[in-house]
């Protein structure tokens, strides 16, 4: 029998951050609690407004799930009880850690997977004016990875400012739904000629099926299109890459499942995340082993992580340890 605790916690931002939809200055992130009288496993999701979701709503949907928790739904039978989603994450999470910790194993060896090593994590630069983002990127021209956050006018001066800034870096850049067909095929050689290496979600997620009429000398990576494996249907032809993110899988099982899925249909793969602590990440570095692209880079944009939060360093983002998760 297990007992169940969910609450909201509140992580203020080290900057503002903005992309094309909005601003805002904290991240709010939903933790469910699983516990079964000796062991605790935690897990944590962070609802998005653009999917219809609120931290109420996600609070509510994982408290409907009490009574099937107690009468002994297990993390296999979760599946089909909620749908892919931040609240399924949070309690598919916190299941794979209670487990852990009741085997006295890592989450790795019981989902049959390598342990785990460091990855090299992208570095968000947020949606402001060239001059903004060029300081931005020189404070960060160190860091490997830089990833931009665009979609709208002016985007090829903040390309430009913040090339300019870490002229070393490599860079992908996510336009998060900002443009159109004729946007893309604009911008699509401009990029390439500033060494830019991938764009994500360049086109509405209801409007991305002209991707498939023209030609993508710029690597797409579906991320608004794509949530767990139904969605890889209708990405075919249209995206060379998917962005797997927990909070749109419902959880690290179904992002394994998709991660397997994807590469046999010949996607590339990328690993990102929403703004969240070390909790969030954790479960998602196992994903992105191997993954062409990593972006879990939420704790950095924290103004403080919590406690046993992962390491980053010149090796990138570090496994988590037993104290934090799995």
Not at 5 to 27: H, K, N
Request: charged fraction near 25%; include cysteine.
């Amino acid at each position: 029998m297990l007992s169940l605790s969910v609450e909201e916690q509140v992580f203020p931002l080290a900057e503002v951050f903005t992309i094309s939809r909005g601003s805002r200055t904290e991240a709010h992130v939903v933790v469910a609690t699983l516990n079964d009288g000796t062991h605790t496993g935690c897990g944590e999701c962070v609802p998005y407004a653009h999917y219809g979701e609120s931290v109420d709503s996600v609070i509510a949907q994982i408290e409907s799930m009490r009574d099937a928790l107690a009468n002994g739904m297990d993390r296999l039978a979760l599946q089909s009880r909620l749908p892919a989603g931040a609240a399924r994450n949070a309690l598919d999470c916190a299941f794979w850690d209670l487990e852990a910790k009741t085997a006295g194993k890592p989450v790795w060896e019981l989902a049959g997977i390598d342990a785990p090593k460091a990855e090299i994590t992208a570095f968000t630069l947020s949606l402001d004016t060239p001059d903004v983002m060029r300081e931005k990127a020189r404070r960060h021209a160190a860091r490997p990875l830089l990833k931009l956050k665009l979609g709208g006018e002016g985007d090829i001066e903040r390309l430009e400012a913040v090339r300019e800034g870490a002229p070393q870096a490599r860079i992908i850049v996510d336009a998060n739904e900002g443009w159109d067909r004729a946007a893309y095929q604009r911008l699509a050689p401009a990029l390439m000629a500033l060494g830019i290496s991938m764009v994500e979600q360049p086109l509405p997620a209801g409007d991305d099926a002209p991707l498939a009429e023209v030609e993508r000398p710029l690597p797409v990576c579906a991320d608004e299109s794509c949530h767990d494996r139904g969605s890889l249907p209708n990405l075919v032809g249209r995206y060379d890459m998917i962005n797997i993110k927990l909070d749109k899988t419902g959880g690290l099982t179904e992002a394994l499942a998709l991660k397997q899925e994807a590469l046999a249909q010949g996607f590339g793969i990328m690993v990102g995340c929403m703004v969240g602590s070390s909790l969030s990440m954790a479960p998602a570095l196992l994903v992105a082993q191997g993954a062409a692209v990593v972006d879990l880079d939420g704790p950095l944009l924290l103004a403080r992580d919590r406690d046993h939060g992962m390491r980053f360093d010149v090796e990138g983002v570090h496994p988590a340890t037993p104290a934090l998760w799995g």
